[in-house]
């Protein structure tokens, strides 16, 4: 799928109070934009890369917080305080992921473990609802980037005028958020890092399994 908007965040969780954006969203992101068109607990989805298509561009970006990780005085107040972040405008990507059967069948819900006994091909089957959601603009909830008040100005199927920015510098992120819950469904939290992830010709591919910690 496609996915653009006036302002994303790809949070760094080593760059503190004063958050920075990676280049790209992670794999936990590409997989929550799937699962925001079509959500189904006895499905995985497995992010694959990530396609950059507008140039990058970080910008200074200014916001009153008022969330769960002030002071407690502060929250009994009512009180907010300023938040400095550095965002990416202007954003672009095509994001591609496939599609498994969840492999922990025992935490799945009822309804769900009924779905994949009656289905004979569960990724086939997730992936044609998917298609069809994603042509109809549907969704399971609205689709951000990062932070939920970067909702996109566009999600869908490739548009035909959409570009790789192919000439685009090179690029090695020493290490980048993979996931919280790594576990998958109901897991517990448990961070997971990739090391050395590259972006070469605008191109992120995600790193699969043993180089990630």
């Known amino acids: 799928m496609e996915i653009a908007g006036d302002t994303a965040m790809w949070t760094r969780p080593d760059t503190g109070d004063n958050p ?3 280049p790209a969203p ?3 992101a590409v997989k929550a934009i799937f699962e925001s068109v079509m ?3 006895a499905i995985e989805i497995i992010p694959l890369k990530v396609e950059i298509c507008a140039p990058i561009q970080f910008h200074n970006y200014y916001t009153n917080y008022g969330g769960p990780l002030r002071k407690n005085e502060n929250i009994k107040k009512g009180n907010c305080y300023q938040l400095s972040a550095t965002v990416l405008i202007d954003v672009c990507y095509r994001l ?3 599609v498994v059967p969840y492999k ?8 769900a473990k009924n779905w994949d006994k009656a289905t004979t091909s569960p990724g086939h089957a997730y992936q044609e609802m998917f298609t069809r959601r994603l042509k109809r603009g549907q969704c399971f909830s609205v689709p951000y ?6 909702t996109p100005s566009y999600f869908g199927e490739f548009r035909d ?5 192919s000439d685009m510098e090179a690029t090695v992120i020493p290490s980048m958020l993979r ?3 790594s576990e998958g469904y109901q897991s517990e939290v448990a961070y997971q890092y990739d090391t050395d992830v590259e972006i070469t010709g605008g191109v992120l591919m995600y790193l699969k399994g043993d180089r990630s910690c």
């Open 161 to 165: 005028d959409t570009q790789i920015m």
């Open 26 to 28: 992670t794999y936990s």
């Open 145 to 150: 980037l990062g932070w939920r008040e970067f």
């Open 20 to 22: 920075v954006s990676y």
């Open 96 to 98: 591609y992921a496939e």
């Open 179 to 181: 996931q919280v819950f």
């Open 104 to 111: 922990i069948k025992d935490k799945l819900p009822q309804a």
């Open 39 to 41: 959500w189904g607990p």
